[in-house]
């Protein structure tokens, strides 16, 4: 899938989240998005609705 296929997705979240976020990200060497998807990969993995 090319960049450009994929369409912005606003999210609002409370400021400290979005920090924890960030640290986490800069600690894994990914972007913010990066590691947004990386955890929402990871959990919906676990809850069995995505597949491994």
Known sequence: MKV??????GVRMEPSLKEA????AKDEGRSL???IIQRLIKS???D???SA
């Not at 976020?21 to 986490?24: E, G, I, N, P």
């Open 4 to 9: 450009r296929d994929i369409a912005p997705f």
């Open 21 to 24: 976020l960030k640290k986490s």
């Open 33 to 35: 998005n990066s590691e």
């Open 44 to 46: 919906l993995k676990a």
């Open 48 to 50: 069995g609705i995505l």
